[in-house]
């Protein structure tokens, strides 16, 4: 074969391929009418509202104390601690220690987690209509640090949220701040 008709044969090849992509219609791999919750709960649907009767969860082999939520793929405690802790070491090691419907495992959210429960339309409590949890109005503790406040070189602020207001702020790691216990896979700079 002569090398000219190589030349055209690789030319047109790489145009048709071009050609193809522009022409191809876009795939939906994961179509919402194709996921089924109850088999696939773990999917997480960051583009997607869920109502809060399809993204909360009540987990019956936890003793009805834990909540999946559909959306993160996280499993939170339903009713969280109503008595403020002093101390956010306190609340580290009191998630550490827990045993929730039998099981072991839990943690102190990241800011990041905590804060995907926020329903910035509501008010005491700042969560979505018709959640399960039972819980406090005022600042929850997370595991993430404020690295931009330090008193010497010791850290002296941790994020919290304040499901009374819709809130998210720096706090001191010495006032007093409630605690909800989250299991599921972390981030490990968090920690």
């Not at 048709?16 to 939906?28: K, S, T, W």
Request: some cysteine.
């Amino acid at each position: 074969m002569h090398p000219w008709n190589n030349y055209l044969e690789y030319t047109f090849g790489a145009f048709g391929l071009c050609a193809a992509f522009l022409v191809a219609q876009p795939v939906n791999v994961l179509a919402t009418d194709t996921i089924d919750p109850a088999t696939q709960p773990h999917l997480k649907s960051w583009s997607n509202v869920i109502p809060a009767a399809k993204r909360f969860v009540v987990l019956a082999d936890f003793n009805n104390e834990a909540v999946l939520d559909r959306e993160t793929g996280l499993v939170w405690e339903r009713s969280p601690n109503v008595h403020p802790t002093k101390f956010w070491s306190d609340s580290r090691q009191i998630c550490v220690n827990k045993n929730l419907g039998g099981r072991r495992g839990w943690r102190l959210p990241s800011i990041h987690e905590l804060a995907s429960l926020l329903d910035d339309s509501q008010v005491n409590p700042a969560l979505q209509p018709g959640h399960p949890f039972t819980i406090s109005n005022g600042g929850y503790w997370s595991a993430t640090l404020d690295s931009m406040i330090s008193n010497g070189g010791i850290l002296t602020s941790v994020w919290t949220v304040d499901f009374g207001v819709a809130g998210v702020r720096s706090n001191g790691n010495d006032i007093s701040g409630h605690i909800w216990c989250v299991r599921g896979p972390m981030n490990a700079d968090t920690y």
